[in-house]
């Protein structure tokens, strides 16, 4: 047995070694006294799981392969193996690194907690998302064919159309050439019937003169023979005829239209980094009194002001009460001015991975970059309203169809649509209706969306399911939850300006709440955080920005 865990001897705690052991962390694999106990419990960056030294699990040592009749109490470091007294006196591990089996064990064990946590709270996630994600683009894949099926159809119903259209065409041409001819030939079918009915009569005059034997009418007979010796004139016409062309198969082909050909490719999976590589960025605590900067309250010219969005910590766009967007400094100072393309005034603003500018207008999604205006999206059946640009460079437009009763969540890659979120698990909507839906990505991928209509913020992770609804703290408000602007920072707490009660609501990733931010805010609508989480904060009713620290 080891020395201090013997009999004979009392147990002592393994972290001061002066006072009598009660606890065992069954993480960490060690023996602690009341007083270590609570200070080890302290220590938040590990699951620890204390518990009585008599309830604590029992360690089954093994044997050794070597010597059986001792157990392995120690660890040889360089040979990786357990190994038992006798292994070490007998000079086989001379000179290796020696540890006590307990101390392995209680390595390995937090390595092996290490590994579940983040197995069951990261990786397995991220699985369940993309089998999801795989669902879905099944779901949708009857729908597109479906839709190219009936875009088939409808193409070859144009054609068959045409094509009758064509025929009709040629048939009622074939049957005015007909009425036509038929005419000519009536016509000349009544000279011949006239003439036939002349000659009958003159025939019957002569068998009447030659039979009465009369000198009289005999002398004054004239004869007309002459006349009747030249033939009525005879209609000839050509027959019309169908010259078809032969059907070039490969025109008729590229007339349909073309079908692209069906891509699969098969990307690789993205690696993710460790828990230990994706480590969390420095604490930073509240303050217990945020305080506006210092010469940091930008005028930004406007009447009524609604979005602002960092392009640095001393630079911000900004969007108010008409169709221009604005790029200030921190001492109110203009440094470009554009117009949006439309002369609509736009409905929103963020700002990209690259500093290139990104606003909505009535139907569509524009980039600005180098002050030129690219639209690179435009919509049909739905109004594009809030936007925001996500840590992989996407797109998340909040968007509300055009009878004004659906809302949902879309992600661009480009102009590529990646993602549609607008129900829950059961096919509820996960939005209300009303317009105001400004929203973020948090760090943990989450997006969260300020649904004013629904007096709540609403989050969903990555995939698109609910993780909660934060619907106000219970403290006394003169007013009800109104959240407009909606903002994320480096520690994942979720910003929201609290439009009527003139406050901004601090929650954590869990959508716990922490704190209220006042600093004499007068309406606050708009909402950025820069990359030293600062909080800059568009006043509606000034039309002012205010930089405010909280951290």
Known sequence: MHPRRSAQEV?????????????????????????????????????????????????????????????????????????????????????????????????????????LEELETRIYPRYEGMASDVETEKAELERKYGKLTTDADEQGEILHREVTAIVNRRKSAIAKMKTKHLDALNKNTDEITQKMAELKQIMSDLKSILKSNDVSLTSTYKSRNSEFRTLPPKVRATLPSLSPQKINKDQLNEMFGSLSPLSINTEHGDTMKSAEAVSSPPVKPLLDEPRVTATATIDTGYSRLFSVSCLSEDQVWTRGNNKTMKLLNLQSKLLTSIQTKSGNEPRDIAVTRDGDLVYTDTKTINLIRNKQIQTVITLRGWIPRYVCCTAANDI????????????????????????????????????????????????????????????????VNQSGKLRFRYTGHPSNTKQSFTPFGITTDSQSHILTADFNNHRIHILDQDGQFLRYIHCDLESPWGLCVDIRDNLFVAEWVTAKVKKIQYL
């Open 11 to 115: 147990l002592l705690c393994d972290l001061c070694e002066t006072v009598p052991l009660q606890s065992h962390c069954e993480l960490c694999n060690i023996n602690l006294c009341v007083n270590c106990a609570v200070k080890h419990l302290s220590d938040s960056s590990k699951r620890h799981k204390v518990v009585p030294f008599l309830h604590r699990k029992s360690t089954n040592y093994h044997k050794c392969p070597d010597h059986t009749d001792k157990h392995c109490e120690m660890y040889c470091e360089k040979c990786n193996i357990p190994v038992c007294s006798t292994c070490v006196t007998s000079g086989k591990h001379k000179g290796h690194e020696i540890s006590d089996i307990l101390e392995k064990l209680g390595a390995k064990t937090e390595s092996l907690q290490k590994d």
């Open 396 to 459: 998340l437009v909040t968007m509300i169809s055009d009878d004004g009763e659906q809302y949902k969540v879309v992600r661009y890659s480009g102009s590529t649509e990646k993602q549609s979120i607008q129900f829950d698990d059961q096919g509820r909507p996960l939005y209300s209706s009303g317009y105001y839906k400004y929203l973020s990505e948090n760090r943990n991928l989450d997006i969260c969306v300020a649904d004013y209509g629904a007096r709540a913020v609403v989050v």
